[in-house]
């Protein structure tokens, strides 16, 4: 099993900049791809950003420019972020992280976190 916890979401203004985090604990070795998708009101969940353990990256083309994806390979634990500048309204959703089992294409999904941008 693997464990997601994300942190860093909240409430700014249009233009401004946010940082999330993902944290992934337990069988991460079987861990290739890491990513970041998100849900709006009344939409389809979407792809935000995608990275690999090579660090292959893969980017939406709404937030191209203005979202950056990373990640660090510890030991015991893999993290992804995702750097947020230059938000827009329509950025506002529920942002979740995801971590796919590179032998069984299972994925995992964090409990989402909330990013709010006002005009």
């Known amino acids: 099993q693997v464990r997601l916890v994300e942190s860093g979401g909240g409430l700014v203004q249009a233009g401004e900049s946010l940082r999330l985090s993902c944290a992934a604990s337990?069988?991460?070795?079987?861990?290739?791809?890491m990513g970041w998708y998100r849900q709006a009101p009344g939409k389809q969940r979407e792809l935000v950003a995608t990275?690999?353990?090579?660090?292959?990256?893969?980017?939406a083309d709404s937030v191209k420019g203005r979202f950056i994806i990373s990640r660090d390979n510890a030991k015991n634990t893999n993290t992804v972020y995702l750097q947020m500048s230059n938000l827009k309204v329509e950025d506002t959703a529920l942002y979740y992280c995801n971590a796919v089992d590179e032998s069984s294409g299972y994925q995992y999904w964090g409990q989402g976190t909330q990013v709010t941008v006002s005009s």
């Open positions: 990275i690999t353990t090579s660090g292959r990256i893969n980017y």
């Open positions: 337990g069988r991460i070795f079987r861990i290739n791809v």
